[in-house]
């Protein structure tokens, strides 16, 4: 069955009826060529147990079963239940999981159902949930890659290189667990429905040790969100307002001890540069 196929998929969701559901972000890939190349970025191979979130009719799936031990996909629309175990009955080694990525232990899942597999993950997120299952996946550090299908303009800035406009506290948030590559963009009429934007498709790659060392990563991470708080502001008032107890004349006088101007924004920042910033923070303020 060509799970991309406009024909096969209207008689396959017809057949169950299914409805396409604006809440859950579903859009389903409609060109083969597609999902062979995000399973092939993945660089999924025997060794790798995968972890799947919203497989769709499972296109992706079907592609990653080919290559993987064993992929696990974790869907949320219980309408696309009895449509994946047609989809997916000649694949063995895929087991979908009924239930909401956001609120399982992906730790204890990856840990039961992969074994000796090393766990990684691929998937076609849906937009309205990249950054919170993002987020997720990089707390989980048993996942080795994270290989997404997401909106261009997202991958754009969680890639954008530390210190560039385009970036963010997400982003540096992102590159400090991940070494982050764009790999090639998916246009939208690749979709069906076709959604409103071009998607991209980001591969990350767990660091073996944090890109900075950092003292407190706790206040690091409230220093790196302090900064873009008031974007359109300078760093010291940003700062000064995200940071009870610390003036604006405190801050400025730890921005200027790392070398900063005083008039820098957050978003001209990189890692090393809110390692050091934060560490003079936190010294002033013992």
Known sequence: MNLCDYDTIRELLGRHGFHFSKSMGQNFLIDPQVPADIAAASRADASCGVLEIGPGIGPLTAELA???????????????????????????????VPGDAMKLDLTALAAEKFQSLTPIVCANLPYNITTPVLTKLVETPCFRTI???????????????PGSSQGGSFSLFLQYHMETELLFDVPREKFLPAPKVT????????????AVEVADEDFFFRCVRGAFLLRRKTLANSLAAALPGYSRETVQEAIRSCGLSPDVRGERLTLEDFAKLSAALAETGK
Do not use: F, H, W
């Not at 290989?147 to 290189?161: C, F, G, N």
């Open 147 to 161: 290989t997404v299908l997401i909106q261009k303009e997202v991958a754009q800035r969680l890639s954008a290189p």
């Open 199 to 210: 998607s991209a498709v980001l591969r990350c790659v767990r660091r073996d040790r944090p």
């Open 66 to 96: 080919r290559r993987a031990g064993k992929v696990v996909s974790v869907e949320l629309d219980k309408s696309l239940l009895p449509v994946l175990a047609e989809t997916m009955a000649p694949y063995p080694n895929v087991e979908i």
